[in-house]
């Protein structure tokens, strides 16, 4: 009778390991965009109620709405526009690890919540600021981990949601640039924040 070898041990025990990894981040980020999707329905219904939890800038009695800010949405079209860059960009956020993923998402809602709050004159609502943020962390861990595997992810991103980046830049008075420019700063920071140490390993 065979063993397996420790080496092949160990890399069935590592694919398992990521393969559990995907598993959750996939279970965790589904989730959050069915209940965006059950908030939108409802607001829909309701003649748009729920658009009062967006962000009112300059208002102090508000700033607990930078919370619930990025759940909400303008729209179901506006929902649907933001659905698969938020899937693509919350999973590979997402498969680090599922603390690490909340606490890049704590991070980049108060950072950009507050950028909003301060600088902008509209209400403000929508997941692009998450979007923004997951697009600033994923690029943020292969410049500051230099890990391969971030540093390619770090490209195809890039390569493939690198136009988002023309979102920081004012355009369209409708669409928050400010949201869109502090999730980025926020994502970032997060990437700096909660990088990984040598020690760790990938």
Do not use: C
Request: proline letters at 4%; charged letters at 15%.
């Amino acid at each position: 009778m065979s063993y397996p070898s420790v080496p092949d041990k160990k890399r069935s025990e590592g694919l398992a390991l990521h393969g559990a990894r995907a598993l959750s981040a996939a279970a965790v980020v589904g989730t959050i965009t069915a209940l965006m999707w059950v908030l939108e329905l409802v607001d829909s219904v309701s003649g748009g109620e729920l658009d009062q939890f967006g962000i009112q800038p300059h208002d102090v009695d508000d700033l607990p709405d930078i919370f619930t800010a990025p759940f909400m949405h303008g729209g179901l079209d506006h929902l649907a526009g933001n659905t698969v860059p938020f899937l693509v960009l919350g999973f590979l956020a997402a498969v680090r690890g599922i603390a690490k993923f909340f606490g890049t998402m704590l991070i980049v809602t108060v950072v950009g919540g507050l950028g909003v709050w301060f600088t902008s004159s509209a209400n403000t609502l929508g997941s692009s600021i998450l979007i923004f943020g997951f697009f600033g962390y994923l690029l943020g861990r292969g410049l500051f981990e230099r890990r391969v595997l971030d540093v390619v992810i770090a490209v195809g991103v890039v390569v493939v949601y690198g136009t988002l980046l023309l979102g920081v830049i004012p355009q369209d008075p409708t669409i928050s640039w400010q949201g869109h420019l502090f999730g980025l700063i926020g994502g970032v920071l997060a990437s700096w924040l909660l990088r990984r140490s040598r020690t760790e390993s990938p």
